[in-house]
């Protein structure tokens, strides 16, 4: 019998779907359990027809910088104006370094300058909301991760410009001699398939971004005074072109030479000392009874040893939505020099990872010519797409097979784009074992609290590459640091002195030729008290001494910069008991005046400006890091499946209006 499928058309939707699903099987070696709410993803910003309100309020950034030997002292600002006809709230999302001890906020309005006061995150908030429904401006800083932030501005009347400024330092260490400074420009839109993973507030990743390739509409600026206590050579930025006014050989004047579309990207300075001399010393300084010190120290230039174990290097590659394009191409490059720089007794193997995973072989690889030709033939096929589910990538690398004998090391290769940085933390802590971990942040503007805190817990590097020129730096600097140890069996001891809190704990080894930087606090002191710093070189046990009378006592800043190292241990492994972790954070934060997870800066004023009590909330939209493209942004990137159940449903649809129209004109 003949059936007519016109008259079903519930049997012509079924053989579309099995159709479907035989044509296109599923290709992914991993697929999530569930989808991201829709609220809790990056969207474009549609501007609508109500023209009374101003949805691009932010009209200015700038960051005045102070770089004197190995700190950093920095004044960000931010100029909110309001350019429509009604009152406003605007919400922004902004990055910050890993490491800055931010301890101070102001708010002006007009002549009124109002002192932020620190407070634990949720009294902050409710007294941000008091001032909100009563109709006072307000502004209220808030930590969403180490290296993101969000500033509310609450109230903010048609005509009125209101100007937020934080100010933070941060301790600057030298690799090979290069010193780096990093102001990060624009946070990159996260992936939000990990949002239930995550730890703490996640709403602040549904966030509106401009189109690619859209001009941002923030004035951007940055402007430098450093001053050196040794002659400053080969000073760069690789990021941003740069006016230069040198007062002497010793101290310098910086500014951007073209601020268009300059905040895109983080803002990159590089430069040495003469000699390629490192600062090395002692400070200290006396705060509250308590004494803190800073302990700076050049470790022995590296010895090749004659003989170099085999290594095992597993790579974990990023090939996610937010890699699509010029992060992919870029890591394209890496990974061929990379590869290309291993040693004939080394092997390998190749992760790639998306919402799924898979690997270039079953077992590592000997790194011959052959092997490396494959593994850059199947990276130079991936093609950005998908989310970025980093946490089962790890632990399918740890779990993948290797050699008790030889060195084990796994290397990442990610932008970092995800939310649930602690659990992927604490993966990293309970699995790590024999393993080191490296990590490699790619883009113009990465997510460099996991890439930092992950090779931390990693026991091993960073590295940033925000291009082919980086790429052929950083993958020669991981060469050398996997060539032989610089020092190892670090430790800090004392003479006529108790030291404690010292931050790190315990020193890692150096894989670099970089300093050995330790803060921590003493007591009881005798009169020829010293501080100690052992270790074992090329050339076998070495030492250096510090008296402690002879340490300069100049920094204010030491206890902050204290507190900073504390929290970046504390939020890289977090303890089991999410209360007393919370206590503790709250209570260095109220301490020391610092931003952290659980404690935020807010400022209210007084008078009450806005009558009425409306007011438009606006989030201010972010421009799309330098290099990432639109695949970034919006719902998770859909796996090829979901693609077809997609074209599926729009053949459905198609079919219903045909059906009904069929129906119409057989009536």
Not at 235 to 241: A, F, G
């Amino acid at each position: 019998m003949r059936v007519s499928l016109y008259r079903h058309p519930c049997r012509l939707t079924a053989l579309l779907a099995v159709m479907a699903c035989l044509a296109f099987p599923a290709t992914r070696a991993t697929t999530t359990d569930s989808e991201p709410p829709a609220s809790l993803s990056p969207y474009f910003l549609v501007e609508g027809a109500d023209s009374a309100v101003d949805r691009l309020p932010l009209k200015k950034t700038s960051a005045d910088v102070r770089l004197n030997g190995f700190l950093a002292s920095v004044q960000l600002s931010q100029v909110y104006r309001n350019e429509g006809t009604q009152p406003i709230n605007a919400t922004y999302i902004f990055p910050g370094s890993t490491r800055a001890a931010v301890n101070g906020m102001t708010m002006t309005i007009g002549e009124r300058r109002i002192v932020a006061q620190i407070k634990e995150k949720q009294a902050a908030k409710k007294t941000f909301e008091a001032a909100r429904k009563a109709g006072k401006s307000a502004s209220l800083l808030s930590q969403k991760r180490p290296n993101v932030f969000s500033m509310e501005v609450a109230n903010i009347m048609p005509g009125d410009q209101v100007t937020v400024a934080l100010t933070y330092t941060e301790l600057l260490s030298a690799e090979d001699g290069v010193y780096e400074f990093v102001f990060p420009g624009v946070v990159g839109p996260r992936y939000g398939g990990d949002a239930e993973q995550a730890e703490g507030e996640v709403q602040w990743i549904s966030n509106p971004y401009l189109a690619q390739g859209r001009p941002d509409p923030v004035s951007y600026g940055i402007n430098i005074e450093m001053t050196s206590p040794l002659p400053i050579d080969d000073l760069v930025s690789p990021t941003h072109e740069l006016l230069t006014q040198w007062q002497d050989k010793q101290s310098v004047k910086l500014s951007l030479k073209d601020a268009a579309n300059a905040g895109n990207r983080d803002f990159i300075l590089r430069y040495r000392l003469q000699d390629e001399q490192i600062l090395t010393g002692l400070t200290r300084f006396e705060a509250d009874g308590e004494n803190y010190f800073l302990l700076v120290s050049e470790p022995p230039m590296r010895v090749t040893p004659e003989q170099i174990p085999a290594r095992d290097y597993f790579f974990v590659v990023d090939v996610s939505g937010s890699m699509a394009g010029f992060p992919l191409d870029t890591a394209r490059d890496l990974m061929a020099r990379l590869l290309n720089n291993l040693k004939p007794s080394d092997r390998f193997n190749i992760l790639f990872f998306s919402g799924g995973s898979a690997v270039l072989s079953p077992q590592p690889l000997a790194a011959t010519p052959h092997n490396i030709n494959r593994a850059i033939n199947m990276m130079n096929k991936q093609r950005g797409g998908g989310g970025t589910e980093l946490y089962a990538a790890l632990q399918r690398a740890f779990a993948m097979p290797g050699d008790d004998s030889v060195s084990r090391n796994i290397v990442l290769v990610t932008d970092g784009y995800i939310s649930a940085e602690d659990r992927v933390f604490r993966l990293v802590d309970e699995q790590l074992h024999r393993n080191n971990l490296f990590a490699f942040g790619i883009g113009s503007s990465v997510n460099r609290f996991l890439i930092e805190s992950i090779a931390r817990v990693g026991r091993a590097e960073a590295f940033v590459v925000t291009g082919s020129a980086d790429a052929a730096r950083t993958s020669g600097q991981f060469s050398q640091y996997i060539s032989a140890p610089a020092l190892t069996n670090i430790r800090v001891e004392a003479d006529g002195v108790e030291l404690y809190d010292l931050e790190p704990a315990r020193a890692p080894d150096m894989l670099a030729q970089r300093p050995v930087m330790v803060i921590g606090k003493y007591r009881n002191a005798a009169d020829d008290a010293s501080i100690r710093l052992t270790g074992v070189g090329g050339q076998g046990a070495q030492s250096w001494t510090f008296r402690l009378d002879e340490a300069q006592s100049v920094d204010s800043t030491l206890p902050q910069l204290w507190a900073r190292k504390r929290l970046e241990r504390l939020y890289a492994v977090p303890a089991d008991n999410k209360e007393v972790l919370r206590e503790r954070i709250v209570e260095l934060g109220l301490q020391y005046s610092l931003l952290t997870r659980h404690t935020s800066f807010v400022a209210v004023d007084d008078t009450v400006r806005n009558t009425a009590g409306d007011a438009e909330d606006v989030k201010q939209p972010l421009p799309l890091p330098e290099g990432v493209s639109n695949l970034a942004v919006g719902r998770p990137m859909p796996e090829p499946e979901l693609l077809w159940a997609g074209l599926l449903v729009l053949l459905m649809t198609c079919f219903g209006q045909l059906w009904k129209r069929r129906r119409a004109l057989s009536a």
